[in-house]
């Protein structure tokens, strides 16, 4: 597709919505084999929480001293500000959609509908695959 994308490390994100939102970061990530999001030694860690679910492929992830590996069809939450890390050390991509709400911050209902309405949105529209579809 089109959307914007950042490959660093042989990890890919995919921005899923039509444009850039304050609020949450919807993404496509393919961690290919041997990638991880951080080394050991330098765990990463930001505000918000991360929302997670595997389509393919599997990767092990670590959030604070509790690890696993999740595999297609496994979906987790997690506070960002606990250390965390992804690592990819199987022989096929693991592709999984994230949701990260909060990473610049959390607001009110009303600050929400006020920031929504700076980036031309009102507060009452829904977008469906790119497309802004007025609430009835």
């Known amino acids: 597709g089109t959307s914007p ?3 660093i490390g042989g990890v890919r994100w995919e921005r899923l919505t039509p444009g850039d939102d304050p609020l949450v970061e919807f993404v496509r990530v393919t961690y290919s ?11 990463m860690r930001h505000t918000g929480l991360e929302y997670m679910h595997v389509m393919s492929g599997q990767m092990d992830i670590q959030v604070g001293f509790d690890s696993d590996t999740v595999q297609p069809g496994d979906s987790l939450t997690f506070d960002a500000s606990i250390p965390h890390r992804i690592v990819n050390p199987y ?3 693991c592709v999984s959609i994230w949701a990260v709400v909060g990473r610049h911050g959390f ?3 009303h600050e929400i509908a006020r920031r929504l309405a700076e980036y031309g949105a009102p507060a009452s529209t ?4 790119g497309v802004h579809h007025a609430a009835e």
């Open 126 to 129: 829904m977008h469906f695959g």
């Open 5 to 7: 994308d950042i490959s």
């Open 33 to 43: 084999p041997g990638s991880e999001s951080s080394p050991a030694d330098n765990m």
């Open 91 to 93: 022989d096929v991509p």
């Open 107 to 109: 607001a009110p209902p």
